[in-house]
C-alpha cells in the first residue's frame, strides 16, 4: 500500500490545545498505524464499550480481542490526555459507546507530564498519533481504515479478515519519513537519533521525573549506555514541536 501521513495539527479544530501541547506524525489510516513496523504499533486491538471516566482516562470493558493480550470481559483503564500528551481526550466518548481501539501499554509520560501518580504498568493508552480507533454500530465498524479509500464499513467478521493483512505488516511505511525521531536497541541499551535541520533541546528524565540529561543535541546517534536500567520520558524540543518518547534500559 502506498505510504501516507499526516500531523497531528489536523485535529486542532476538534482539540484545539493539542496543537500547542503535542507534535507527532502517523498515519491518516488505521492500517497503517497498527502496522508492526510503525513507531506507535498498538499492542491490542479491541471492541470496548467506556464504563466511567477516571482522572484524565477511562476504564472500559472489552467486548472482542482482535489483537494482543486482552480478553473479553476484561476491565482495563485507558489513559487520554492531560492536556500536555500526544493523546486522545477521553472524554471524547461518552460513557456506553463500544467502539474500536488499538492501544498501546502506557508510557508512564503522564505521570512526569502531568504530575500524577495514576499510570500503572498494566494500563493502556491512546495516541494521537495515527489512526488508533474506529466507529461502531449495529454490528459494523466504519473509519478511515485505508489509504485514499475514505471511510470503509465492515463487518466484525471483515475487520477481522482484513486486520490480519494490516498486522502482517504489509503496508510498507517508510517510518524515517514518518518521524524524525528514531530509537534503536542493541543488547538491551538504546541509541537515540533524529532527522534535525538545527540543533534541538534534549531532556531525559526517570521514572520518578527527575532530569538525568539536559543538553543541545544535532541528532547525531547518541549512546545512552550509562544511565542506570529503567524506564525514562526521552523528551525533544525545538521552537514549538515537542516529541517525547518511552525509552526501556535494560542490561
Known amino acids: ?68 493480550p486482552l480478553d473479553a470481559d476484561d476491565v482495563i483503564t485507558v489513559w487520554g490526555d492531560c492536556g500536555a500528551l500526544c493523546r486522545w481526550y477521553t472524554a471524547a466518548w461518552s460513557v456506553g459507546d463500544t467502539v474500536l481501539f488499538a492501544l498501546q501499554e502506557t508510557d508512564l509520560v503522564g505521570n512526569t507530564i502531568c504530575g500524577t501518580s495514576y499510570e500503572q504498568p498494566q494500563d493502556y493508552m491512546i495516541s494521537i498519533c495515527g489512526v488508533y480507533w474506529l466507529g461502531y454500530s449495529n454490528g459494523m465498524i466504519s473509519g478511515h481504515l485505508f489509504p485514499g479509500q475514505g471511510t470503509t464499513t465492515l463487518t466484525t467478521a471483515q475487520f477481522a479478515v482484513e486486520l490480519a493483512g494490516c498486522l502482517a505488516g504489509t503496508t510498507g511505511i517508510d517510518e524515517a519519513a514518518i518521524d524524525p ?71
Request: aromatic share 8%; with cysteine.
Open 181 to 251: 525521531l528514531r530509537i534503536t536497541y542493541r543488547d538491551g541499551l538504546p541509541t537515540l537519533r533524529m532527522s534535525a535541520t538545527s540543533p534541538v533541546a534534549l531532556t531525559i528524565r526517570d521514572a520518578s521525573g527527575r532530569s538525568t540529561l539536559e543538553r543541545s543535541w544535532d541528532g547525531a546517534p547518541l549512546d545512552v549506555a550509562d544511565l542506570a536500567p529503567g524506564i525514562y520520558l526521552v523528551e525533544v524540543r525545538g521552537g514549538r514541536e515537542r516529541i517525547a518518547r518511552k525509552v526501556v534500559v535494560g542490561r
Open 1 to 68: 500500500m502506498p505510504r501516507s501521513t499526516r500531523t497531528a495539527f489536523a485535529l486542532s479544530a476538534l482539540l484545539p490545545t493539542m496543537a500547542f501541547a503535542c507534535s507527532c506524525f502517523g498515519p491518516d489510516n488505521f492500517c497503517a498505524s497498527v502496522d508492526p513496523g510503525a513507531y506507535f504499533a498498538p499492542d491490542a486491538v479491541v471492541l470496548a464499550v467506556k464504563q466511567v471516566d477516571v482522572a484524565y482516562g477511562m476504564h472500559v470493558k472489552i467486548v472482542r480481542s482482535f489483537s494482543g
